[in-house]
């Protein structure tokens, strides 16, 4: 049984790393002396499709006008060199006022495969498409009748990637690594479009933010912990995304984020932070789910002035916790949470009410607006 047991495991989540050390880890972080970030092209975008272990997404954080928030999601992973799943997700979070709980659908896809040079993604009744020129993908989705998705998501700032490639490498030979971490963002974009609902249309209209993320080994062997920042104002877009090793690798933070406005990338680079000011012990997962954030984002402008921006305050009530190994059979959950230490969970929240404190060089704004904030717990760090 403990044979089968550890052989499942291994399929699932795993088995722990032994202990490397913070020297087997070569962050972002050392290329932004020389490049902070680099803009991205149609090359940049991209899908790898490793045949190793490894998970790549490709989401769409969509804000509407109308008060909805969600995002589409394509999930390429691959279990031991050995299984190839691809999914597509879509969530609908529905205005508080509504009192209607949130929408949630998945489904493993069919046929999978890459087009246009491997920027654009499809399968049976699914296709991500990028535009010929790099600047807009059109969504479309038929594989769940609760979710019918018809979307366009174009850029209004360029894209950009920390950096020269945006690539944190895992292993003692930087030249050789055996595992990689990517994140390539668009961060302000205008969305068009619908779901189609069971009970009728969602109007998706407004704006957007799209991450196009590898982790090119086992997830849990990558990263303890998440923290994911989607902030949207009238003007600007503020995004980062942060993440905490585990001990096989010195608990090293590692962070990636910028500001933009339409038409320019403000500043981009890895010297932000996320801080959970507050946090409220979640008794069913043991977990300290925080109840209140500061953001702190640093950089340069192209022409040099130095910019600092700050989004602080409470989260409110949460929208989801999502229990990653949910359709894990109960059994051999806990059979990964004890031999792995593995207790995935995802808590969401998007207040309304926060501002960003903007500065640039001796200029100083504030401005509204929407956060989507994610923070996820794996194992300890």
């Known amino acids: 049984m403990l044979k089968w047991a550890q052989g499942a495991l291994a399929n699932t989540v795993g088995l722990p790393e032994p202990i490397h050390g913070p020297e087997a880890i070569h962050s972002v972080e050392k290329q932004t002396a020389e490049v902070p970030y680099t803009e991205l092209t149609k090359d940049d975008l991209k ?24 995002l589409v999601q394509v999930i ?8 190839t799943v ?26 999978t495969g890459f087009a246009d040079e491997m920027t654009s993604f499809f399968a049976d009744d699914v296709a991500v498409t990028l535009s010929e020129d790099g600047t807009k993908y059109t969504i479309k989705s038929m594989v769940n009748p609760q979710s019918i998705v018809n979307l366009s998501v174009e850029r ?28 390539a963002f668009w961060p302000r974009c205008q969305v068009e479009g619908v779901i189609l609902t069971q009970e009728g249309e969602v109007n998706m209209k407004g704006r957007g ?26 003007t ?24 933009a406005k339409d038409g320019t990338i403000i500043a981009a680079g890895s010297s932000n932070a996320c801080t959970h000011v507050t946090t409220l012990g979640d008794l069913e997962t043991d977990w300290p789910a925080p109840t209140a954030i500061k953001f702190a984002w640093g950089g340069k402008t192209k022409d040099g002035q130095e910019v600092n921006a700050v989004v602080e305050g409470p989260l409110g009530e949460r929208l989801d916790r999502v229990d990653v190994m949910a359709e894990v059979p109960t059994f051999l959950k806990a059979i990964a949470g004890n031999l792995v230490g593995t207790r995935p969970y995802i808590y969401q ?30 194992s300890e760090a």
Not at 86 to 111: E, M, R
Not at 363 to 373: D, M, N, Q
């Open 47 to 70: 899908w790898l499709a490793m045949t190793s272990s490894c998970v790549e997404t490709q989401t769409f954080y969509l804000m509407a006008d109308g008060g909805h928030i969600g």
């Open 76 to 83: 390429y992973s691959v279990i031991n060199g050995v299984k």
């Open 86 to 111: 691809c999914q597509f997700n879509t969530k609908i979070f529905y205005p508080a006022s509504t009192k209607k709980p949130h929408l949630w659908s998945t489904n493993d896809l069919k046929n």
């Open 156 to 183: 209004t700032s360029p894209g950009f990637q920390v950096g020269k490639d945006g690539k944190t490498l895992y292993g003692t030979d930087p030249k050789s690594p055996w595992g990689t971490m990517r994140h």
């Open 209 to 234: 933010f799209l991450s196009h993320a590898l982790q090119g080994m086992k997830p849990h062997h990558a990263a303890a912990s998440w923290d994911f920042i989607n902030f949207q104002t009238p």
């Open 236 to 259: 600007y877009s503020a995004v980062m995304m942060q993440y905490k090793t585990p001990p096989s690798y010195g608990s090293t933070v590692v962070n990636v984020g910028g500001i």
């Open 349 to 378: 929240s998007a207040p309304r009410d926060l501002h960003l404190k903007l500065k640039i060089g001796g200029e100083e704004v504030e401005e509204k607006g929407t956060l989507f904030y994610e923070a996820t717990f794996i």
